[in-house]
């Protein structure tokens, strides 16, 4: 398995002690290393270097816990669906560590590509397209998720879309909304 791209890997319960040793990526100068870290998701392990991981504030949490405990970084996540730890890995992937600026708020238009941040920048345009090809019922589980895996500007992001949905819609509207998704009973 070449170590500087490290695909996903479909495994048994048997296989994934084997398969999620520790190890290090070399980068072009033999002097840098980078250690990756890897998590389990039912039958998929992601591998994700420390810079990529560092949105999540609960994979970090797991890091200084493990490293406290001289443990080996591989996490085993159940609470999480492969199909929205996916999602959450293309986020964590493209935004590579770099923070993104707040969403001002409250939200002072429903068009996510006139959403500004702090900075009185519009958002990004792959943040934009990657929530909105989010329908409402798909959308609240990526909310979910960006919550568990606690990445904030990815939860802010979700969060700011469904806004944008509901703003202004009258309480029965929302109501017949959400009843259709079997989330108000």
Request: charged share 30%; with cysteine; proline share 3%.
């Amino acid at each position: 398995m070449n170590q500087d791209t490290i695909p996903w890997v479909r495994i048994t319960e048997m296989d994934i002690e084997e398969q999620t040793k520790s190890f290090t990526v070399s980068g072009l100068d033999d002097d840098v290393k980078e250690e990756v870290y890897q998590v389990v998701v039912q039958d998929k392990i992601y591998s994700f270097t420390k810079q990529e991981i560092s949105l999540s504030n609960f994979i970090k949490t797991c890091i200084k816990d493990a490293s406290d405990r001289g443990e080996e970084m591989v996490f085993k996540i159940s609470n999480i669906s492969i199909e929205m730890m996916n999602i959450v890995e293309e986020y964590l992937r493209h935004h590579n560590g770099n923070t993104t600026p707040e969403i001002i708020k409250p939200l002072p238009t429903l068009k996510m590509n006139e959403v500004k941040t702090e900075d009185e920048k519009l958002l990004n345009e792959w943040d934009v397209d990657f929530v909105m090809k989010f329908e409402l019922k798909d959308l609240i589980k990526v909310i979910e998720a960006a919550n568990y895996m606690d990445v904030k500007p990815m939860l802010d992001l979700c969060c700011a879309r469904l806004a944008t949905i509901i703003k202004g819609e009258k309480i029965e509207d929302l109501e017949k909304m959400f009843d259709n998704l079997n989330m108000v009973k």
